[in-house]
């Protein structure tokens, strides 16, 4: 009987739906990826410079996005795990329909370097509010910085 068989699946559909099993996945458990170290980075990542690619982080980026897994979004998503999760993937964060239909499933350095050289003709319509970084080192020194430092 067809019946019994479905049963115990709506039993545990619903019982996902009440612990919220649906959810997206908090960005504390994305990062299963190891850290990378510098010469393990794709050229010309491996010979940035991420001391000055921290300091630019901070400044430029620091004030709307958190990076460390245990604090949550700020004005931008949380950027911990952004190589890993998927694009537009941070929990409980409310993106722009135009990030949400990014074309690619996951962020790269290329992407990534586009993204930040002009974020409103990359995606436009998106809302990150960040004048492009037009110097192509610093974008290499911010971007080196990010592929370790949202994995620690
Ligand atoms: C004025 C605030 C602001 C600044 C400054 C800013 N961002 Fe953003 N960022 C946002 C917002 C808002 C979004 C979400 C965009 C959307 O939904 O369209 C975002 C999205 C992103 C995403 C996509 C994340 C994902 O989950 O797919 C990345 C990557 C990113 N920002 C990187 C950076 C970097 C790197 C810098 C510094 C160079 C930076 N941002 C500076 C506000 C900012």
Not at 108 to 125: A, I, M, R
Request: with cysteine; glycine share 8%; aromatic share 8%.
């Amino acid at each position: 009987m067809r019946l019994v068989g479905l049963i115990p699946v709506t039993f545990a559909a619903m019982l996902l739906a009440a612990c919220g099993g649906e959810a997206p996945k908090p960005a504390a458990e994305v990062a299963a990826v190891p850290v990378p170290k510098l010469e393990d980075l794709p050229a010309p990542y491996n010979t940035a410079d991420v001391v000055r690619g921290k300091e630019m982080q901070g400044r430029k980026c620091g004030a709307c996005h958190f990076l460390q897994a245990s604090r949550g979004n700020q004005v931008g998503p949380n950027l911990h795990g952004m190589f890993d999760r998927g694009v537009a993937k941070a929990a409980k964060y409310n993106y722009s329909p135009a990030l949400k239909a990014f074309a690619s499933p996951a962020w790269t350095p290329e992407l990534l370097d586009q993204w930040l050289l002009s974020p409103d003709s990359f995606v436009p319509g998106t809302a990150m509010r960040l004048n492009g970084i037009t110097d192509e080192t610093e974008r290499r020194d911010i971007i080196a910085y990010l592929l370790i430092a949202s994995r620690e």
